[in-house]
């Protein structure tokens, strides 16, 4: 059983930077597809920043230029790095694993941009 959890979240000035990670525990051998999306209140889950099972980043409109993920696969974490973040960056920010057999999230961490 594969778990993701999600630390790194908190209150940030608009225009300053924050860094997000999850951290996997149990078994996700191979390559697999791991990302981060959000979901501010009132809207739809969006992505943010997927790594695809080929290596491929992809970043979603409202954050491309902004944002950086990498990866540790050594220790089974990855990272989402944001820069000159807005009030509208305010979520709740998920980290994401596709395997070949099913999809992992996890339980969510808030990020809050003030004016």
């Known amino acids: 059983q594969v778990q993701l959890v999600e630390s790194g979240g908190g209150l940030v000035q608009a225009g300053g930077s924050l860094r997000v990670s999850c951290a996997a525990s149990?078994?996700?051998?191979?390559?697999?597809?791991m990302g981060w999306y959000r979901q501010a209140p009132g809207k739809q889950r969006e992505l943010v920043a997927l790594?695809?099972?080929?290596?491929?980043?992809v970043y979603g409109d409202s954050v491309k230029g902004r944002s950086t993920v990498t990866k540790d696969t050594a220790a089974n974490t990855w990272y989402l790095q944001m820069k000159s973040l807005k009030p509208e960056d305010t979520a709740v920010y998920y980290c994401?694993?596709?395997?070949?057999?099913?999809?992992?999230w996890g339980q969510g961490i808030q990020v809050t941009v003030s004016y």
């Open positions: 994401n694993l596709k395997t070949q057999q099913r999809e992992y």
């Open positions: 149990g078994s996700i051998l191979g390559n697999n597809a």
């Open positions: 790594v695809t099972r080929i290596g491929t980043t």
